[in-house]
């Protein structure tokens, strides 16, 4: 029986690489994938899925008006090898999408793995994480530590010096260079201790990171 599942993790925590290794499996043993990956993420340019170790796929971009399910149904009458449906960046689908997830694995009978973030800069949940949180059949935590060697479960957007941003869009595309996987505890300190929102610790070490 097909499932979906939702691996999620802080940043840097090696979800695109596992989505990649994950699409390899299935192919190795002769079954099709399809993959999709936000429009809006263009850092590798559009419709491309890079890891930071090096491993890329050419995958569907999609909108938020794009309707998962309409495509997916449409790939398999055409390519019935399909097996798996991966999603990156899986926080930045809507409420719909994530429901048109449900139906690919209830009514395709496909299963779908959803690779994201949960939380974002400010440590509020993404639309497309919080919906996949409450339907996904499967929850899988990707594991990846703070500086300080703490699980890292939140994550940080810093300036060019180092200090935390406390306000802005919720999207902004960046990697490790404009994002830091911390501990809860560094991540509220980085908020709290310091008016100008870093803590000395973190604040050396992000700059060593920028």
Sequence with gaps: MAKL?????????????????????????????????????????????CSRIGLKAEAVPFNRDFDLLRYTNKELQSNSSIKCVLIDEAQFLNKNQVVQLTDVVDKLDIPVLAYGLRTDFQGEPFEGSMYLLLLADNLIELKTICYCGRKAIMNARMDAQGC????????????NDKYVAMCRKHFKEGWRNNDDGRSAAMSQWALDSV
């Design 5 to 49: 599942y939702f691996y999620y993790a802080a940043m840097n925590a090696g979800k695109s690489t596992t989505l990649l290794q994950s699409s390899f499996n299935y192919q190795e043993r002769g079954m099709g994938t399809l993959l999709f990956t936000p429009a809006i993420d263009n850092r590798y340019g559009e419709g491309n899925i």
């Design 164 to 175: 935390i941003v406390r306000s802005g869009e919720q999207v902004e595309i960046g990697g």
